[in-house]
């Protein structure tokens, strides 16, 4: 048993050296050059030093834009969340607890006035309602019924820290979709049907579905990933609510 593994050791070693040799006359030099980079590239012989610097160079690279997705990601966040809590509309409530909690009256009355308004939007934007024969303000006020009515009714009510965050990409995107749009085809139903798909993928995507109304409709994964800056945004909610009125 020892001289076979003894055996099995030499052919290795003979391989190795065999392997080398062949690269030595592949880069026809008279040694070869090595490099530490992340795996799978760690030990990698190269011809000259220029390989082995190229290949640091890539490796380390790599390592930066991983590691910069992240913190992008969180200064959106950030930027997106102040900027809503800038123009948004605020809470009527002076101080304290949002009244407007799950199951009671008024939370109910903010969610069924957030759907109905902008199926009113609709009908107005598709000219089904008050039909007119040229652009007038309630085909107007119909495109703008979901930045207008509907994301500020949800908000008005308690939110979870996922649908705030959703609520705030919808409150900032919105206007910027209903500004650009008209650009490519001028048609009031064209935007209203844009921001109503906005609103959905959007919710699709942070989970708002499934963790608000229970219907099994998200991104997969969505509630298990981390809310970027949410401490953040506690910290900011609950300093808001101790400025007194005009605090969300």
């Known amino acids: 048993q020892h001289a076979g593994h003894t055996r099995t050791m030499l052919a290795s070693s003979q391989h190795r050296c065999a392997s080398v040799q062949h690269q030595h006359q592949q880069c026809g030099l008279g040694r070869l050059h090595q490099v530490q980079v992340a795996a799978p590239h760690r030990g990698r012989l190269y011809c000259n030093p220029s390989q082995a610097t190229e290949e640091r160079t890539g490796s380390q690279s790599t390592q930066e ?15 997106i969340r102040q900027t809503a809590t800038t123009f948004a509309p605020r809470s009527s409530t002076a101080k304290g607890k949002n009244p407007a909690v799950k199951g ?30 040229e652009p007038d303000i309630a085909r107007l006020m119909g495109m703008w019924s979901i930045w207008m009515f509907t994301i500020p009714s ?7 820290p996922r649908e705030k ?9 919105t206007p910027l979709l209903n500004v650009a749009l008209p650009f490519l085809w001028k048609s009031f139903a064209f935007v209203w049907v844009a921001d109503a798909i906005l609103v959905a993928s959007v919710y699709y995507w942070k989970g708002i579905w499934q963790e608000v109304y229970g219907l099994p409709f998200m991104m997969a994964g969505a509630l298990d990933t981390p809310l970027p800056g949410a401490e953040a945004a506690a910290a900011e909610a609950a300093a808001a609510e101790e400025q007194g009125p005009g605090a969300e």
């Open 65 to 79: 834009n991983a590691s910069s997705g992240p913190d992008l990601s969180k200064e959106l966040s950030k930027s």
């Open 154 to 160: 949800l908000r008005a009510k308690e939110c979870t």
């Open 104 to 133: 009671s009256w008024l939370y109910n009355v903010f969610e069924v006035q957030a759907w109905v308004t902008m199926a009113v939007g609709g009908l107005l934007s598709f000219n089904l309602l008050y039909p007119s024969d």
């Open 165 to 173: 965050d959703a609520l705030n990409i919808l409150f900032v995107g």
